[in-house]
């Protein structure tokens, strides 16, 4: 996947990863009814803070702990007979917090094709390994941009034979709208299924669900297909979804009260458009400078341009988002007193100045003046930039400024 960062530039080094975490392998000879976790038994703790609709999950089996022996688990489960007594697969759930799921198996453990002859072979007491991978899928190094669509928690208490889809009314079948111009081969999909509508207590839902040849009546499962490159369709079967629960056995999903959610991320990030940093501000008050020889805030309160909101007009004030340099442009507009003056127009970055600039004498009896400069900084993401003016001989003067900033 190609990947760039804020600046749109291709990344081609380890600094575009996206944040992950990784169990490493862990020696398994017990897969019924298991907890595949950071330690085997337990949760996978994989601290990235993030809920499950934001995470791509990925399981594998080596029988020898290495990955030239290694296959990947699919979430896809089978149901050995009609009855529904042996149960097989994995299902995936957030518990607790952001930080913590639950890789669960069926209480039979779980199938997997051969590569042999394309049969299915049962994983119960195999003496292998198991390595979990748990990837962030919005939150990645050098601002790779990724394009999303999400729908909100969705409340359904039917679930047979319907189109779970964008629209928000409760039992109203609908398609997946995502606008991401894009075919479901450059998807990926990633539906959550919630018990209250949180992500604490949501599972992830698999595409298809396996049963025997003697049940074909038996009909869980979704479909995912692709309606157009803006549009997906996902059918549930005729009597709704099976999942595993946390005892790893399966319990059907057709009546119940629960919420759904949809995520679907385009693999093929795009560049991001680049915005750049620029303010346009003014006062359109006054600020009095009451006393002699004193630095007072002047009060730049309307915003003209802001691209990034870095202007606080309450503090008037500028924090820049992202470290480099900047050009600044300030402009005071002072009215004077009777009284000749020296006039100045600084600029604090952290409260400190670093303007220097010579004061500029001006005559008295109520001359309006105008002091601007401009100069580049360097500012860093974070730091508070502020402009101040003072009358260094007479009090009472009166300013309003105008300041102008773009990155470069």
């Not at 697969?89 to 917090?97: A, K, R």
């Not at 001006?362 to 003016?389: D, F």
């Amino acid at each position: 996947m190609k990947m760039y960062n804020t600046r749109g530039a291709l990344i081609t080094s380890n600094e575009g990863n996206l944040r992950s975490y990784d169990t490493g392998w862990i020696a398994c000879s017990d897969w019924t009814n298991q907890h595949l976790g950071s330690a085997l038994g337990g949760n996978v703790i994989h601290n990235l803070n993030t809920p499950l609709r934001n995470l791509m999950v990925k399981v594998f089996i080596s029988t020898d702990a290495t990955d030239a022996n290694s296959f990947e688990i699919p979430f896809a489960d089978y149901n050995a007979d009609a009855a529904g007594t042996v149960n097989l697969g994995l299902t995936i759930f957030q518990v607790t917090d952001d930080n913590n799921l639950i890789v669960q198996t069926g209480s039979q453990g779980f199938g997997m094709v051969t590569n042999a002859d394309g049969t299915i072979t049962f994983i119960n007491s195999d003496s292998y390994y198991y390595r979990i991978v748990v990837y962030e899928m919005t939150s990645v190094y050098s601002g790779v941009h990724m394009e999303m669509y999400e729908t909100p928690w969705i409340n359904r208490s039917d679930w047979t034979n319907v189109h779970m889809g964008s629209t928000i009314t409760k039992n109203v079948d609908s398609n997946v709208v995502h606008n991401l111009n894009a075919p479901l081969s450059d998807l990926l999909v990633k539906i959550l299924i919630s018990t209250d509508g949180t992500d604490d207590n949501s599972f992830e839902a698999k595409y298809v669900n396996v049963v025997p040849a003697n049940a074909s009546d038996i009909t869980f499962g979704i479909l995912l297909s692709q309606v157009d490159s803006d549009t997906l369709l996902l059918q549930t079967g005729t009597i709704g979804i099976q999942t595993l629960a946390v005892n790893g056995e399966y319990i059907a999903i057709n009546n119940e009260d629960w919420y759904y959610k949809i995520k679907v991320y385009k693999l093929t990030a795009q560049p991001p458009v680049i915005v750049k940093s620029c303010v346009s501000a003014y006062s359109s008050v006054i600020t009095t400078l009451t006393n002699a020889n004193t630095d007072y805030l002047i009060d730049i309160n309307t915003v003209e341009i802001d691209t990034l909101g870095e202007w606080d007009i309450t503090a008037h004030s500028f924090t820049p988002k992202e470290s480099g340099r900047y050009l600044i442009a300030v402009a005071g507009n002072f009215n004077v007193g009777a009284n000749a003056d020296r006039l100045r127009v600084d600029i604090l970055v952290d409260g400190a100045s670093v303007n220097n600039v010579a004061h500029t004498t001006v005559p008295g009896s109520a001359t309006a003046t105008t002091q601007s400069y401009s100069r580049i900084i360097y500012i860093s993401a974070g730091q508070v930039l502020t402009t101040v003016a003072r009358n260094v001989d007479s009090a009472g003067d009166t300013i309003a400024g105008q300041i102008d900033i773009t990155k470069l």
